[in-house]
């Protein structure tokens, strides 16, 4: 189910516990253990455990908020989406496409373009790889989402690769 500001489901479960599931405490089991080791053994299944750290990991990254996952007899998942995630362009909305807010934001990750904006502004100097260390993301997704952000007239690099700084434009 898709509300205005996330993305909620549930599910019917073989509980194990009950509450809010923790990351830092979270112990994965497999519903299913015969079949769990068939689909990692041929490469077709993650880690046990990976689907809530990375739903964590990219919920934090595009949406800067925290998801939530809660384990009863039903299993239910909150995740919060950016508002930009939930703008509605087209014939059926309210917003004409020509008039969309980040209408010049074409291929960014607003989410993360949004953050790495602020931590420029809050140091012009930062590298690429201080910038990916603190959004847990790689260095080339940094180089991606700058070279957009730069495409797109939101940055500037002033002065050479090491001693340079960052211009945030307008």
């Known amino acids: 189910m898709r509300l205005k500001d996330k993305i909620y489901t549930e599910n019917a479960n073989l509980t194990h516990g009950h509450g809010t599931l923790d990351p830092a405490i979270f112990q994965p089991f497999p519903k299913n253990l015969p079949i769990s080791k068939v689909f990692r053994e041929i490469g077709l299944a993650d880690e046990l455990g990976s689907g809530m750290r990375n739903t964590y990991k990219y919920t934090r990254m595009y949406s800067g908020g925290e998801p939530s996952f809660v384990e009863d007899s039903i299993f239910r998942i909150t995740v919060p989406l950016a508002e930009i995630a939930t703008k509605k362009v087209g014939p059926d909305s309210e917003l004409d496409p020509s008039n969309a807010p980040n209408r010049h934001d074409v291929g960014l990750n607003v989410g993360l ?54 211009k945030i434009i307008g």
């Open 113 to 166: 373009a949004d953050r790495i904006l602020k931590m420029i502004g809050d140091n012009d100097q930062i590298t690429m790889s201080a910038l990916s260390e603190s959004l847990n993301v790689t260095q080339r997704t940094i180089e991606r989402e700058i070279k957009r952000l730069k495409e797109n007239g939101k940055l500037q690099r002033t002065g050479g690769k090491r001693y340079g700084h960052w």
